[in-house]
């Protein structure tokens, strides 16, 4: 069952990170967050009116309002990286948030064996590598990899929060009611302080009713996604399902190349290798 849900988390994150940033190229990044968010609020709100998980409140769901109020920065950054793209590179490097969960345990406590500590050096040199190349004359992909690093902190924090949120299936459906809850409104205060200040919205064209799918999608892939991960962890060894669930980045990698037929410099491709096997090395060690 842990391999099973975790694989599903990889798949369903590294398609809601795809959808993500191709709507973030026609759409404000954090319209993209409202709108998607607000769509899995009001699916969640059925779930939890139908299941009866009021019941399951208690103080525990303040990790689950902690987690919606870091999750919109965490997507907003990441979403602005994957419209500056490429894919390829800027998904692998969102995937090192699991060193939020290495840090949670040094501070209880443990101590890096061996691979971790190799899981770092791999990393780092991933993250040189795939933006390297690009950094110099061109500050667009040196922000690009900026943003997703603070994106992958982001979602490493949101993963261990709303891991303390819940311990039942129905305290689960209402924690990430409450997280999503909480995205909107901290993404939607965000969005009216940007209009404010005079960014748009909305693209010139309007939004069009034909992308409420893919954004119904996005957001319903990304909250599917957290649930089957907590599913994952409760039902086997954390760090089985940390690595299945970490695999994401070639789902996404392999949408960009299927549906935009994106193609990476070699140097690109390498160090988006490395820091995927730098995020595996980290989860078991």
Excluded: C
């Amino acid at each position: 069952m842990t391999a099973l849900f975790a694989l599903a988390t990889s798949v369903l994150w590294g398609l809601a990170d795809f959808g993500g940033g191709v709507l973030t190229r026609r759409t404000p990044a954090l319209t993209v967050v409202v709108v998607s968010q607000s769509i899995a609020v009001a699916v969640l709100g059925v779930i939890v009116a139908a299941t009866g998980a009021w019941s399951e409140a208690s103080p525990h769901l303040w990790f689950a309002v902690a987690a919606g109020l870091v999750g919109p920065m965490a997507m907003l950054a990441f979403y602005k990286a994957l419209a500056m793209g490429p894919m390829g590179v800027v998904s692998p490097l969102g995937s090192l948030g699991v060193a939020v969960p290495v840090t949670v345990g040094l501070v209880l406590g443990e101590r890096p064996g061996l691979p971790q500590l190799a899981g770092v050096l791999v990393a780092v040199a991933g993250v040189v590598l795939a933006g390297g190349p690009q950094l110099r004359g061109a500050p667009v992909q040196r922000r690009a990899v900026v943003l997703t690093l603070v994106a992958a902190m982001g979602f490493g924090a949101v993963m261990a929060l709303i891991a303390e949120a819940s311990t039942t299936l129905t305290g689960l459906f209402l924690a990430l009611f409450v997280q999503r809850a909480t995205n909107v409104a901290a993404g939607g205060a965000a969005l009216w302080l940007s209009v404010r200040r005079g960014a748009p919205a909305l693209p010139e064209q309007g939004l069009p009713l034909t992308t409420l799918p893919a954004l119904a999608f996005v957001g319903l892939a990304d909250v599917a996604a957290n649930g089957t991960y907590s599913i994952a962890a409760q039902h086997g060894p954390v760090t089985v399902a940390a690595v299945l669930a970490s695999l994401y980045p070639v789902v996404t990698a392999l949408a960009a190349r299927g549906f935009l037929s994106e193609r990476l410099r070699a140097v690109q491709a390498a160090g988006a290798g490395l820091a995927l096997v730098g995020t595996l090395l980290l989860a078991t060690g």
